[in-house]
């Protein structure tokens, strides 16, 4: 039988890729059916089925009028062999012919290997005679089932149709474009498995995933994961902390905790991780010959020989990098390239997606946190103004957020005095609330143990100096009213004047001193006030002055004014209602940014 070695067959350079990349356990797929290239056990019937490969051996034989064998590996038919009648009533007198002649050559069989990826899973054998002219349908239905131009399957049977001193040639030709089809089909096949394999490894990768609770659990799945779908020795995914521009190990699988141990990475120490971030894949060979590697010795302690890197990439945007190790040299396929590549872009999107859980999960407690302060701030507050004889008193209070810095409060002394107090701290949410109750907690400790308000109040000072940073005040009126005497000492620390309306006229209580929390010697000034029936007095934080309209323009202390004047006649509750109406109703649809905090007072007898 003569050779022919078709040099020209289809041969890629991946001769190992097939063994299985996944197992069992994490991918259901066979063994059989998701070998991605071709091993030296594999056989041809693997790719192409036997009833497939006799159906182009007939159609061969048909076509070319020869007599057609394909065998596997070992020489074994895999079909059985194919002879045209034609071929049967014109072979004994070709051969007559040739003996007639001396050329014995001409019609010995022909064989081309059959080669997929280097390895050679059979052959394929002809038989070729002299033969008539074939129909075009049946040439057009061979290079339908070869996958092949009709034009070239022609050109070779007519070739073959030709004399036989040129048959040979033609049989070569045709058995190189017969081997070189089949062999396509081959690759066409291991291109299907390959991407069949790659699809349920993501897809199982990503029910892993999804399955994932929590950051860190979703992080050790994606090492995991790399380190069983491509085969390595172990995997580790580092995030960037864009702050300390470093890469932040943050899971590993199958590394020692020495070699976990062995220093940081800075990125701009670090060639290999910037040109990942960059998008690039890199490959690095051998470590301890690759100067970009920066723990070259505790790589090969560690048994570290070859590294694939690639980035972890967000919408655009790299969060990490995902590095793979073998134990020994490996030279990875552009399928596993590949691979690698898809689970870091779903890996990206998990980590990403359980980073905003995460963050939810905390910004949760954290609200649930603020509404347990908010709940424990509302009692501290008085739910309601006291009775008092001869007085009509009434209180509102209305936070922007669900903590605020305002606040106002009511301390009983014995049987005639009433303590009221009207504070505003700097800032807004928990650090103000912390320092509203502080200032809280003091006022009515030193208020309790000490007559002199101004005293009172110059402690209270002192006291949050000591307990506030420099950029932290408080504004405060307080004052006590002997309502058996109807006598009011009053201090405004830096607060608002409160509001005396009084036959008609307003004037404000000013007395006082700077605002707590700024210098411990600052001395405070009381003033006692006799009250007459029918004043009213109005104390207010600058919520109320300083809210804003949609066109940005300040309620105004002009209008506080006008508003209580047109209701001053009205009950202390009134008032506060109508005073919080009409600021809303200037605000409009724009948002308040400042606690507001009222009381009134009217002297009804």
Known sequence: MTQFDISQTSALSDPNAAREILRPDLNPVVASSVAAGVEASTRLTDYIDAATLQDIQDSLASVARVKATILDSQGVPLTHTTVSKRFQTRSAAIAASHSAKGDTALDQPFSAPIVVRGQRLGSIVIEPAKATPVRTAAINELATKLQLPPAQVRTVVDALNQEALVQRTAGVQFLYLLANAISRLCEQEIQLRRRIVELSTLFNISNMLTEARGLQQTLDRVTFSVTEALNVKACSLRLLDDQRDEMVIKSVYNLSEAYLHKGPIMLRQSG?????????????????????????????????????????????????????????????????????????????????NARLQQETVEKERLQRQVQIAAEVQRRMIPAGAPVVPGFDIAALYAPCFELGGDFYDFIEFGTSTLGIAV???????????????????????????????????????????????????????????????????????????????????????????????????????????????????????????????????????????????????????????????????????????DDTTMVALRVTQ
């Open 272 to 352: 290999i991780d910037r040109e990942a971030l960059e998008g690039k894949v890199v490959y690095i060979p051998d470590i301890a010959t690759d100067q970009r590697i920066i723990y070259r010795d505790d790589g090969r302690r560690e048994g570290i020989v070859s590294v694939l890197c690639t980035a972890l990439i967000y919408k655009d945007r790299p969060i990490g990098v995902l590095r793979v190790y073998s134990a020994e040299r490996k030279e990875f396929s552009d399928f596993e390239v590949k691979l690698l590549q898809s689970i870091s872009g779903q890996a990206a999107a998990a980590i990403e």
């Open 423 to 593: 504070a505003d701290v700097v800032g807004k949410g928990l650090p103000a609330s912390l320092l509203m109750a502080s200032v809280r907690a003091a006022i009515r400790a030193y208020a309790n143990d000490i007559y002199d308000l101004d005293e009172i109040i110059a402690r209270v000072n002192r006291a949050m100096v000591a307990d506030t940073r420099s950029n932290e005040f408080i504004t405060l009126w307080y004052g006590t009213l002997n309502y058996a005497r109807r006598q009011l000492t009053y201090c405004a620390a830096g607060h608002d004047p409160a509001l005396l309306v009084r036959d008609g006229k307003i004037q404000e209580l000013s007395a006082g001193g700077m605002v707590l929390g700024v210098d411990p010697s600052e001395r405070y000034i009381k003033e006692v006030l006799q009250l007459q029936p029918g004043d009213l007095i109005f104390i207010y934080t600058d919520g109320l002055s300083d809210a804003v309209s949609f066109s940005g323009e300040k309620f105004g202390k002009a209008r506080v004014r006008e508003t209580l004047l047109r209701h001053k006649d009205s009950t202390a509750e009134q008032i506060c209602q109508n005073m919080i109406w009409e600021t809303r109703r200037f605000v409009g649809l724009n948002r308040r940014t």
